[in-house]
């Protein structure tokens, strides 16, 4: 069994940096620098444009919960996560739940890359299951009625 204590602490650092945003130049170059430490080279450059200084949004993550941490590969994991944000358009603010997954690749020397982006994913749902109700055994063995130690009051 694998600690993966370190993939969650990874994914969630992440998490907080991609889906909190605003709009201003400032911001959006503090938070593209910022998810430059979790994603391939590749997928910063799948990201680049995805905030921009003409999208009306901005967001704050106020939970990440990851939910499952899963060995993909030798050295590769799917992780899933639930982000839950604050995302404000004009004087209108929502709470927003997503769940996503991403691979993490983990090195030998315990180095961690993100290898694919946020996927969305179904969110964790509650069980129908329902234990079945122990019915308590009170029959009494053929050798306990036989004991002389038993009496019947009636």
Same mark, same amino acid.
């Given at each position: ?58 967001? %704050? /993550? +106020? ?10 590969? !030798?050295?590769?994991? #799917?992780? $899933?996560?639930? =982000? ?16 996503? %997954? /991403? +691979? ?10 993100? !290898?694919?982006?946020? #996927?969305? $994913?179904?969110? =964790? ?18 050798? +306990? ?10």
């Amino acid at each position: 069994m694998n600690d993966t204590n370190g993939i969650e602490n990874f994914v969630k650092n992440f998490a907080k940096a991609y889906y909190s945003w605003d709009t201003s130049k400032e911001a959006i170059e503090a938070r593209t620098t910022e998810i430059s430490k979790y994603l391939t080279k590749e997928l910063q450059d799948l990201s680049a444009d995805t905030i921009r200084t003409d999208i009306p949004t901005s967001a %704050t /993550v +106020t939970n990440v919960l990851v939910w499952n941490v899963e060995q993909s590969g !030798t050295d590769d994991f #799917t992780v $899933a996560y639930e =982000v839950d944000q604050q995302v404000k358009e004009g004087e209108q603010t929502q709470a927003v739940t997503e769940n996503y %997954t /991403v +691979t993490v690749h983990v090195d030998k020397d315990g180095a961690m890359v993100i !290898t694919q982006n946020p #996927t969305l $994913a179904p969110s =964790v749902q509650k069980s129908k299951y329902e234990p079945k109700v122990q019915e308590a055994d009170v029959r009494v063995s053929s050798d +306990t009625v036989k004991d002389d130690n038993w009496k019947i009051i009636g």
